[in-house]
């Protein structure tokens, strides 16, 4: 019989063969994201991810043991072909569907020139994920202020406007990323790249499936 493994590239594997026990929600397989419907590239809500970043977050992962956390993961490796899907969508002023979850402070038109929306994306390179802390006795996410793609300052790293408890479980995501050799992007709380990304450069496209 041909491992599930055998679909994908090889360096890239699916990253709950790895870590069993990882909470996955494939938001843009599904229709809670930004753009209200699942995004081309994405055929199944399966985690796909370069295997040198699912060694470094398995290591996270027993850490977290300690602490009764458990990683929560919205994405991973994105197709090119998702990322193309996210431009026409942005540039359709008309649809606006999920605004006032997504975006409420941001002008659609203004999406391009203040970097929420890009032609390409280190997501497509295979080390870049989107992902949370949730409390390992519920399931709960830790509270970060601010949702998982949420276009706007509340989203920065240090933003101030939040309580204190919620910039110390920011605080402790990111702690903990950069331990396992991740580094973070200022303006999104819960992306993260790994330093030494085997791909760096490289666009994939192969579907999510």
Known sequence: MISQEAVLPEGFVFLEDIIPDIEVEL??????????????????????????????????QEELYNYNLCLKVFDAYRPQTAVDHFVRWAEDLNDTINKQQFYPDVNKA???????????????????LDLTLVDGSNGIELDMGSPWDYFGERSWVDFEGITEQQKANRQLLQNLMAKHGFRNYPKEWWHFTLHQEPYAGQYFDFLVE
Not at 110 to 128: D, P, V, W
Request: proline share 0%; with cysteine; charged share 15%.
């Open 27 to 60: 938001r843009y397989a599904g229709t809670n994201n930004f753009v209200g419907a699942a995004v081309d590239g994405y055929e199944a809500g399966k985690c796909v991810i370069s295997l040198d970043a699912a060694i470094a977050l398995r290591n996270l």
């Open 110 to 128: 203004h999406l391009f020139e203040e970097g929420y929306i890009a032609s390409s994306s280190r997501h497509s390179s295979g080390s870049t």
